[in-house]
């Protein structure tokens, strides 16, 4: 699987910041919307090349600057990008300085971050997603791709462009600019820039494997500066403005570069240090081979039952109970179904489309429906009959047909 991700040729995915996500630096470009398993990315991917190496263009924020920093969906953005090939993401922001040596207008390559967020996800591995299951504890020592970052400092020398070559981004939640005494104290912290979107992008696409660079694009001093003008909307988009073309002469001319490169050993590197540690499912230790037999019960109950006799808290914790909890459930279930009234199971044919979902649980109902017995126990003990059947050890059934599936 590895090898044959390294084997892919070099693809740019290219996320732009606020006033630096021009899409006319792509040459004949198309326009592609995309879903994710995390929902929608900011706005249409915009396919393209630039001198012959494929990119992909997003604005992080949409095209039309609608979304705010904290309503970023950076887990679908990283996503998209990567399942469109995308080897490498170079991303353009606007930030405040908090040094006095980088003026507005400086570009600074940075290479490390300080997260003061507090509203985003910071992980694909959430428990949330079949798609990526397990935990994942990402090495973050070095975030951003040294290889990428060597290229576009080399081509802002080159181009005459004034590049400061390393700096610290301190991210915030925002929207809000920060209060002066944040500021000064972001500057003891050793932060050199300040933005509101560094943090998640960069973890999420270490977690996805790709080599992350960013073009910081100083427009201000932020409010630690005495005698300067304290950050504003307006003189951030005056300043972006003048200083645009700088961003967009580094990525035309470092782009093909990176992509006459060979990536190889860099993205092998990547996957190496994804570190996906899978989490397996706990045993019961009273049930032979870890049977989830409550569990299962549970499923032949739920099926021999009329949908509308369960209450929906009941549905929902069923499909959330981990076997850890499982005995809980089992307990506060039985004080609901031995209050249950009306049951006759010879009314109810059981549910294949549930049965289906787990071989196991098929194969608890052919045991129990071809046990006489324990189909004639009453309402006030079936629980306690199905549970003592699907502890029996496993026993060689015939297949049943679909006849003797149902309860009578």
Known sequence: MATAAISRPVKIGIIGGTGLDDPEILEGRTEKYVDTPYGKPSDALILGKIKNVDCVLLARHGRQHTIMPSNINFQANIWALKEEGCTHIIVTTACGSLREEIQPGDIVIIDQFIDRTTKRPQTFYDGSHACSGGVCHIPMAEPFCSKTREVLIETAKKLGLKCHSKGTMVTVEGPRFSSRAESLMFRVWGGDLINMTTVPEVVLAREAGICYAAIAMATDYDCWKE??????????????????????????????????????????????????????????????????????????????????????????????????????????????????????????????????????????????????????????????????????????????????????
């Not at 109970?321 to 044919?349: E, M, P, S």
Request: charged share 25%; proline share 5%; glycine share 2%.
């Open 227 to 408: 005698h300067e003008e304290a950050v504003s909307v307006d003189n951030v988009m005056k300043t972006l403005k003048e200083n645009s073309n700088k961003a967009t002469s580094l990525l035309l001319t470092a782009i093909p570069q990176i992509g006459s490169m060979e990536w190889k050993e860099t993205l092998c590197s990547m996957k190496v240090s994804l570190q996906k540690k899978k989490t397996k499912p706990q045993k019961n230790p009273e049930f032979a081979e870890g049977r989830d037999v409550e569990q299962t019960a549970l499923c032949l109950i739920f099926s021999w039952l009329p949908s509308e006799s369960i209450p929906d808290q009941f549905l929902n914790r069923f499909w959330r109970v981990t076997n850890f909890q499982q005995k809980i459930f089992w307990k506060d279930f039985r004080k609901f179904y031995l209050n249950c009234t009306g049951w006759d199971a010879a009314q109810h044919r059981c549910s294949l489309r549930i049965l289906r979902l787990n071989p196991a649980r098929r194969f608890w109902w052919e045991a129990f429906s071809q046990n006489t017995a324990a189909a004639a126990v009453l309402p006030w003990s079936r629980s306690q009959g199905i549970s003592r059947l699907a502890m029996r050890p496993p026993v060689q059934l015939q297949k049943a047909n679909s006849e003797s599936l149902n309860p009578a």
